[in-house]
């Protein structure tokens, strides 16, 4: 992580569902419905109603409902956070990593942009593959057939497209300047 910025006035403003359009209003409720509050990269993608409605499903799959352990799912988070400077994604999700029982080596070794080697075989499959897609190369045999054996097809899948997801989060958070969270 870079550390503390400060966002460019205005980048991100509030949601101000009083002066929403009756489409913006429906999906900002969509989503916060059971959650009680807006996540972040919403106030981003409600500009485009369309890509939020379709991305609300989407997220609340890779949050919890994917094959990934917690731990894996954070493995993957943090390496797309790393890989386009998403400095917000990676403070939040170390938290996560840290709730989730990620060991605190492997949380520093990503953030860092330094091979991770968890002990767990699962983990290491995922870590080996994330580190690998962020090169400009193809993965070498030897892991894409690690993390298949691992995880499976629809393992790595998940794996990709929970990747994909959270470097879009990553870009939003890094384009609008979010300020990281406090502690």
Do not use: C, N
């Not at 400060?6 to 969509?30: C, F, K, S």
């Not at 894996?72 to 797309?80: N, Y």
């Not at 170390?94 to 699962?122: K, W």
């Amino acid at each position: 992580m870079t550390g503390p910025r400060t966002p460019a006035p205005g980048r991100l403003p509030p949601v101000d569902e009083a002066h929403l359009d009756d489409e913006r209003r429906a999906v900002i409720q969509q989503v916060a419905a059971g959650r009680g509050r807006i996540p972040t990269p919403y106030r981003v993608w409600v500009a485009s109603p369309a890509l939020a409605r379709r991305l609300h499903p989407l997220g609340q799959y890779l949050a919890g409902l994917t094959s990934l352990t917690k731990p894996e799912a954070e493995i993957v988070i943090l390496s797309a956070a790393r890989r386009w400077g998403g400095d917000y994604v990676l403070a939040v999700h170390a938290r996560e990593a840290d709730d989730a029982g990620l060991d605190a080596s492997v949380v520093a070794a990503i953030a860092a942009g330094h091979a991770a080697e968890p002990a767990d075989p699962r983990q290491r499959a995922v870590a080996d593959m994330m580190a690998a897609l962020g090169s400009d190369s193809t993965p070498p045999d030897g892991i894409f057939d690690a993390a298949v054996a691992m995880l499976g097809h629809g393992g790595v899948a998940e794996a990709l497209a929970l990747a994909g997801y959270f470097t879009a989060v990553a870009l939003a958070m890094k384009m609008y300047a979010v300020p990281l969270p406090a502690e």
